[in-house]
């Protein structure tokens, strides 16, 4: 969570879910990085993936991340 493009990306997975292509268009950035990140938070055990189709829709879990203190979770939904 250290990052800061982590942290965009939670506010933006907190809200909906996202494509890792809609994600890098969103970011400015490839495809491959976005999937670095998105490791990250996945084994983090902070996302959710689910299928549709040929994609593959991430979203923030925000159960887990509620866990994790009403603070942390606050500054994520700004």
Same mark, same amino acid.
């Given at each position: $969570?250290?990052? %800061?493009?982590?942290? @965009?990306?939670?506010?933006? !997975?907190?809200?909906?879910?996202?494509? +890792?292509?809609?994600?890098?268009?969103?970011?400015? $950035?490839?495809? %491959?990085?976005?999937? @670095?990140?998105?490791?990250? !938070?996945?084994?983090?055990?902070?996302? +959710?993936?689910?299928?549709?189709?040929?994609?593959?829709?991430?979203?923030?879990?925000?159960?887990?991340?509620?866990?994790?203190?009403?603070?942390?979770?606050?500054?994520?939904?700004?």
């Amino acid at each position: $969570m250290s990052h %800061p493009v982590r942290m @965009r990306m939670c506010r933006n !997975l907190a809200r909906s879910a996202y494509t +890792t292509s809609e994600l890098a268009q969103a970011h400015g $950035m490839t495809a %491959p990085e976005i999937s @670095r990140h998105l490791g990250v !938070l996945k084994k983090a055990g902070l996302l +959710t993936t689910r299928r549709r189709g040929r994609y593959v829709l991430h979203q923030l879990d925000v159960t887990v991340v509620a866990r994790l203190g009403s603070d942390f979770l606050e500054g994520i939904l700004r």
